[in-house]
């Protein structure tokens, strides 16, 4: 049972660059999310999607872009990455909203 | 945005003690998840509650869905080592058809 899984685990980026997290889930969920978790602030989420081809802003979206193209996977992009996106990165799916969210194992992300 | 304040931010205790937790808003909720995380993984559901006044069990682990819709509990009762980690309270608002919101955590150290 995979879950939800979600590459790379770990990335070191310079100010700048760009880079795509992959998130994959065999679920047959319709929803998937991407949150930020930092120190002190919880779980903020960037953005979601209620199903294939669809995408929502969420608390923390700005410097992100997300896509669904196939209802098992969903992308999260930064275009140019700032130090502030530093950061643990963590997938999510569900079968409907307000239901239970499973959780990715996280991606650790830092911005140099 | 909305918010739930989840309290005590930390607790350091003995081996054996029994633990509580709450998270509370001002909104009423629809549902009340609770989650621990490990250092270094995701989240992992523990308990999930959708009526008000619901008690549910889960080992030593107890969770009530308050009367008032705005507030929930988690208890864990003769606390072991592996208890240690950050537990969040996750809820849906009602009236929503949104995302579920995060208290801040609670971070659980046990002392052998």
């Known amino acids: 049972n995979a879950g939800v899984t979600q590459t790379p685990k770990f990335r070191v980026l310079k100010t700048g660059q760009s880079m795509t997290l992959l998130c994959a889930q065999d679920?047959?969920?319709?929803?998937m999310y991407w949150y930020r978790q930092d120190p002190g602030m919880g779980l903020r989420l960037i953005h979601y999607?209620?199903?294939?081809?669809?995408?929502a802003k969420g608390e923390v979206p700005d410097g992100y872009n997300v896509s669904r193209l196939k209802k098992q996977n969903f992308l999260l992009g930064l275009e140019s990455a700032a130090p502030s996106q530093t950061s643990v990165y963590f997938c999510?799916?569900?079968?409907?909203?307000?239901?239970?969210?499973?959780f990715g194992e996280g991606s650790w992300l830092t911005v140099v | 945005g909305q918010q739930l304040n989840q309290s005590p931010q930390s607790m350091f205790i003995q081996e054996g003690e029994d633990v509580s937790m709450n998270c509370t808003s001002s909104?009423?909720?629809?549902?009340w998840l609770w989650y621990k995380q490990d250092p270094g993984e995701g989240p992992v559901l523990l308990i999930a509650l959708y009526k008000a006044g619901e008690l549910t069990s889960n080992g030593r682990l107890t969770a009530q869905f308050g009367i008032t819709r705005k507030d929930s509990f988690l208890n864990i009762s003769a606390s072991i080592p592996s208890d240690v980690g950050i537990y969040f309270c996750a809820g849906q608002l009602r009236g929503s058809q949104g995302n579920l919101i995060f208290g801040k955590g609670t971070k659980l150290s046990v002392k052998p």
């Open positions: 679920m047959n969920h319709e929803y």
């Open positions: 909104s009423i909720f629809n549902t």
């Open positions: 999607s209620v199903g294939e081809g669809t995408t």
């Open positions: 999510a799916s569900s079968y409907d909203f307000g239901n239970t969210i499973y």
